[in-house]
């Protein structure tokens, strides 16, 4: 694994009309780790990936994957895999098609790499597409992906139409494969739950901003949920950043970020 950036943004946003989509968002995310992009549904994430993909331009600000700018060409694009939402892949075609449209649009394909994954996936190749179950079709879209052999690997939603065992199955075939290929991961969900033992970093998108970024173990021993009779999170001690806050009648949930532990006894 190499050190450098895998994809660094700087006030990097996009406008659709003139309502933003993402704004004002600056990360750092280094190379070979399994990034899980969390956010509730509109919050910005498919932008975000179709920006580090290069199939959309920036409003504002700058984008740089791998080095390079995303859509800098074929040898850019070559280095990014991105496998968009809701798994695409071609109903009227074989498996076996799919694998030849790979290499045919591909200059790094892996055949052999595409052929003993989806002989490890039991797909017949002469089945068509659209006759797969849910779970097959993510898993060819994820062969068609890691074939490809990119750097980074972008993958939009890629569980959120599967069921329990087919997620895990997916989630599963995915680490196997980052272990095997030196490879960068970002998947996005809108449940933390899917990615919880999956990703070692963690990028939450909400309402079109960055709200937090961080690997998974930093970010669980500086964020706490404090609940307790209902307070001004505007007096909480010096130190302990509000993330967010909730308050009924009498009580208040308070998310906070701190270095420092908790020794409040309310
Ligand atoms: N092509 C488009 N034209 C206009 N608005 C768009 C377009 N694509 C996205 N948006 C808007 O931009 C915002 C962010 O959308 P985006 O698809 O990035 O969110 P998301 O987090 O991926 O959501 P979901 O989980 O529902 O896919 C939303 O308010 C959405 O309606």
Not at 98 to 126: K, Q, T, V
Not at 172 to 201: F, G, K, N
């Amino acid at each position: 694994m190499n050190g450098t950036a895998v994809l660094q943004a700087r006030g990097l946003g996009r406008k659709y009309g003139r309502r933003w989509a993402l704004r004002d968002c600056t990360l750092d995310l280094p190379a070979g780790h399994v990034v899980g992009l969390v956010g509730p549904n509109g919050a910005g994430k498919t932008t975000l990936l179709k920006l580090a993909a290069g199939w959309l331009a920036p409003s504002s600000g700058g984008i740089s994957v791998l080095g390079g700018s995303p859509a800098g060409g074929p040898a850019q694009l070559a280095k990014i895999g991105f496998v968009a939402q809701d798994t695409p892949v071609y109903p009227g075609l074989t498996v076996a098609d799919h694998l030849r449209l790979g290499a045919r649009l591909n200059p790094g394909w892996d055949a052999a790499l595409a052929r003993e994954r989806i002989a490890r996936l039991d797909l017949d190749p002469a089945h068509r597409a659209g006759k797969l179950s849910g779970g097959q079709r993510a898993q060819l879209a994820l062969t068609l992906g890691l074939a490809k052999r990119p750097r980074l690997l972008l993958l939009d939603e890629p569980v959120a139409a599967l069921d329990p065992l087919a997620r895990r199955e997916f989630l599963q075939t995915l680490m196997e494969a980052v272990a095997e290929l030196d490879l960068s991961v970002v998947l996005s969900s809108h449940l933390v739950s899917d990615l919880e033992r999956t990703c070692d970093h963690l990028i939450v998108l909400v309402d079109s901003r960055l709200q937090v970024a961080g690997e998974v173990d930093d970010l669980l021993a500086t964020h706490h949920r404090l609940t307790g009779p209902r307070r001004d999170p505007g007096r909480l001690p010096a130190g302990q950043d509000v993330v967010s806050a909730h308050h009924t009648d009498r009580q208040s949930t308070i998310i906070v970020r701190t270095d420092t532990p908790i020794l409040d006894p309310a």
